[in-house]
């Protein structure tokens, strides 16, 4: 089946660092998602990537759909305290209709 | 707005017991699944459900049924419990891109299940 490797697996920054973690596929995704999960909660959707080369900002953080269509990573500049938590990605193939692979998951923490 | 809701939000089991998580969403969602979180495996599919009537196997579906009877609930029915089901789980869905939607998938809160 189709797989995920995400990376890194966690990430240890002071305050005010830009942070960096990307996915690679072995398969072609159509659709690249990426999802933020405070602790205790479900994961929320930061950022849907829709088209090869794309380029999304949502604030702080910028992610990108890979040309390749393989490949996404997501950036987070000037990180603060509430960044902390789990970044998951996911992505979509053109025939799956809902189903989402996900990355194992960056464990991100952030010191004041 | 209510969203995706799962109950409960904790359980306790012992080996062997049978239970059903509940899920129910208000979104009017064709597509419907149940994830497992473990620590350092991510989010691994164990059913899912692309209408009402219609439902298939996920990644890891052993030891666990469901059923989709109505367009809003997906309930996830553990048959005898074993301590390799103590997990996280979520329910989620979505209006796919291929029926128009954004594919973006909606997650209730989590149940958190201990088998003993």
């Known amino acids: 089946g189709q797989q995920l490797n995400q990376s890194p697996q966690s990430m240890f920054i002071q305050e005010g660092e830009d942070v960096s973690m990307n996915c690679t596929s072995s398969s072609i995704f159509n659709t690249w998602l990426w999802y933020k999960q405070d602790p205790g909660e479900g994961p929320v959707l930061l950022i849907a990537l829709y088209k090869a080369g794309e380029l999304t900002s949502n604030g702080r953080l910028t992610a990108q759909f890979g040309i390749t269509r393989k490949d996404s990573f997501l950036n987070i500049s000037a990180s603060i305290p509430s960044d902390v938590g789990i970044y998951f990605c996911a992505g979509q193939g053109g025939t799956s209709y809902g189903k989402l692979t996900f990355g194992q998951g960056t464990i991100l923490t952030v010191h004041p | 707005n209510a969203g995706v809701t799962q109950t409960p939000k904790f359980q306790v089991l012992k080996t062997g017991q049978s239970m059903t998580l509940q899920c129910a969403q208000d979104m009017n969602h064709e597509y419907m699944s149940w994830y497992r979180q473990d620590p350092g495996m991510g989010l691994r599919l164990i059913h899912y459900s692309v209408g009402a009537g219609i439902t298939d196997q996920g990644e890891v579906p052993n030891g666990y049924n469901v059923s989709r009877s109505t367009t809003e609930d997906f309930p996830l029915r553990l048959l005898s419990a074993a301590p390799s089901q103590t997990s996280v789980y979520f329910c989620?869905?979505?209006?796919?891109?291929?029926?128009?939607?954004?594919?973006?998938?909606?997650f209730g809160e989590g149940s958190r299940l201990t088998v003993l």
């Open positions: 989620a869905s979505s209006y796919p891109r291929l029926a128009g939607g954004t594919g973006e998938l909606f």
